[in-house]
């Protein structure tokens, strides 16, 4: 058994759990562990498979579980010192219960960070830009439009109530061709998410696909929309015009979005996550953000007046991949615990 400190990251998602485990330098020590999370079976399930993530996570790298000294977990709903508070895809058990006193008790009352997927993904994207030490803003856009905010120094900052950075659900100023504003699945009309998200393309590749001019477009056939939806990508990473349009216009309404949350928070470096970091077009997407962030950002959101060549917001693609959520909130463990 060695005296060292390790610290474990637990990203319970809505099918799976994916685990890593850091030493005190934050360094990964063996591989992700990946679980089924049955978190819609009640958090008591969950839990068992937590502790096998843990078991094998331990027992990979050659430790018994006593080595453990905190865990951080991140879980797909908003939440409070460690009580959820809406249930997205949980069972209803999950809501109004303390999940980190609980699972803390079980574990031996090991200290538990908690924090919900977003704050985890941008943690996860800080603990791998080892020279960054600034603030970062994340915004993912995926079905919907994920976001977090770490602080210079390296903490989420989660608000209040745990409730912060619902980036998603800023209004932006834009509207179909018809004048109306689209319908966001919080219920409100005109969210940024509304516009940036796979939800938001299908409801554009339905609108664009019923004019005249596109008739004849390739994807004007008897396929449902969702999966019309997953195709444009394939067609705009070809060249394809009419992808490519929907894509432009996604792009640069998220550069909106950004220049309001650029102004109120300032990080210095906003991170692109979600499948477009891995698309062929991705350079091009970030000139379309950047088309959208120039129009509605000030100059001084880009360049420093006192140092001509220095930017004062960088944009970047996730580098941090499927383990990032994971080894965020074993990072802030591992800040907070050690
Ligand atoms: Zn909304």
């Not at 060695?2 to 005190?24: C, H, N, P, Q, R």
């Not at 020279?131 to 989420?156: D, M």
């Not at 309001?260 to 970030?286: K, N, T």
Request: charged share 25%; aromatic share 8%.
């Amino acid at each position: 058994m060695s005296d060292t400190a390790y610290f474990a990251g637990l990203d319970i998602g809505g099918t799976t759990v994916k685990s890593v485990l850091v030493d005190e330098m934050g360094d990964l020590v063996g591989d992700m562990v990946e679980v089924r999370s049955y978190v819609k079976d009640g958090y008591e399930a969950t839990f068992k498979q937590l502790e096998v993530a843990l078991n094998e996570l331990t027992a990979n790298a050659g430790l018994t579980r006593e080595c453990i000294r905190g865990i951080g977990m991140d879980v797909p709903a908003p939440s409070c010192d460690g009580v959820i508070w809406g249930k997205a895809n949980l069972a209803d058990d999950w809501v109004g219960t303390d999940i980190r006193e609980l699972f803390s008790d079980r574990f031996g009352t090991i200290p538990i960070y908690m924090t919900n997927d977003g704050n985890a993904a941008a943690l996860g994207e800080y603990a791998v830009r080892r020279k960054h030490h600034g603030g970062l803003l994340l915004v993912a856009p995926g079905t919907g439009l994920g976001g977090g905010l770490v602080l210079p120094g390296g903490r989420a900052y989660e608000g209040g109530n745990g409730l912060a950075l619902e980036v998603g659900h800023i209004s932006v100023p834009h509207r179909e061709d018809d004048g109306t504003l689209p319908r966001c699945s919080c219920g409100l009309d005109g969210c940024l998410e509304a516009w940036v998200s796979l939800v938001a393309l299908r409801r554009r590749v339905a609108i664009e696909l019923a004019k005249p001019e596109n008739a004849n477009h390739p994807l004007n056939d008897d396929s449902p929309v969702e999966e019309k939806a997953f195709r444009l990508r394939d067609f705009a990473q070809e060249g394809d015009e009419f992808a490519v349009g929907i894509f432009q216009q996604q792009g640069q309404i998220l550069g909106y979005g950004l220049a309001d949350l650029v102004r109120v928070f300032d990080p210095g470096l906003v991170v692109i996550g979600g499948g477009l970091a891995e698309s062929d077009f991705r350079d091009q997407y970030m000139e379309w953000v950047m088309e959208g962030f120039r129009e509605r950002a000030w100059p001084m959101y880009l360049n420093s007046p006192i140092e001509p060549e220095k930017k004062t917001t960088r944009f970047e693609w996730a580098s941090g991949g499927d383990s990032a959520a994971a080894l965020g909130v074993a990072f802030s463990a591992r800040e907070m615990f050690r």
